[in-house]
T-cell receptor, first 116, second 114 residues
Framework: GAVVSQHPSWVICKSGTSVKIECRSL??????MFWYRQFPKQSLMLMAT?????????EQGVEKDKFLINHASLTLSTLTVTSAHPEDSSFYIC????????????FGQGTRLTVV | AQSVTQPDIHITVSEGASLELRCNYS??????LFWYVQSPGQGLQLLLK??????LVQGIKGFEAEFKRSQSSFNLRKPSVHWSDAAEYFC????????????FGTGTQLKVEL
């Protein structure tokens, strides 16, 4: 399958700071990327969908000013958690879809964010 | 609205035993169904998917799943479980096309006893 890489794999930050998570499609052009959040022992909840060159579409209840998503190129999307607080601590996973890879979306390995 | 139910939060099986993980879905049209596996601290790996054709789908690592429209189910099976299969398993449903946003079940944690 296609390769989607997230960086960093884990990050610890101080409360009030901002953290950027990168999601890269390594061997295909990702026209659409999805950002999910997963709480411990729970399922994945879709946060937002982004199409290259367009503003992201956020799911209901997700603060767009807090979770900034940029999808400026066909191989990179970023999620920035602004003014992070301990309740933002979670596992964030991206997935990417490209027309050259059919309709399947491929997942990154996830990023564990801990806010202290 | 679409939804996915995985009734079993935890399942424990002995190595070599057969496995069946249940998944029921609710969807207004023809669904696109997936099973993913997640190891601790890792992303998701696709095991198999179904959107049309033969209702018995073969996947990687010896897994298979059967789509039963009448029961709105897509149960995952494996004839003989290996210790390395211990992980979290997620069933997901999406619109035809599959690449659009998916709705995930709450997951089933599989423990394998040696």
């Amino acid at each position: 399958g296609a390769v989607v890489s997230q960086h960093p794999s884990w990050v610890i930050c101080k409360s009030g700071t901002s953290v950027k998570i990168e999601c890269r499609s390594l061997d295909f052009q990702a026209t659409t990327m999805f950002w999910y959040r997963q709480f411990p022992k729970q399922s994945l909840m879709l946060m937002a969908t982004s199409n290259e060159g367009s503003k992201a579409t956020y799911e209901q209840g997700v603060e767009k000013d807090k979770f900034l998503i940029n999808h400026a190129s066909l191989t990179l999307s970023t999620l920035t958690v602004t003014s992070a607080h301990p309740e933002d601590s979670s596992f964030y996973i991206c997935s990417a879809r490209g027309t050259s890879r059919g309709t399947e979306a491929f997942f990154g390995q996830g990023t564990r964010l801990t806010v202290v | 609205a679409q939804s996915v139910t995985q009734p079993d939060i935890h399942i424990t099986v002995s190595e070599g035993a057969s496995l069946e993980l249940r998944c029921n879905y609710s969807y207004g049209a023809t669904p696109y169904l997936f099973w993913y596996v997640q190891s601790p601290g890792q992303g998701l790996q696709l095991l198999l998917k179904y959107f049309s054709g033969d209702t018995l789908v073969q996947g990687i690592k010896g897994f298979e799943a059967e789509f039963k429209r009448s029961q709105s189910s897509f149960n995952l099976r494996k004839p003989s479980v290996h210790w390395s299969d211990a992980a979290e398993y997620f069933c997901a449903v999406g619109p035809t096309g599959g690449g659009n946003k998916l709705t995930f079940g709450t997951g089933t944690q599989l423990k394998v006893e040696l």
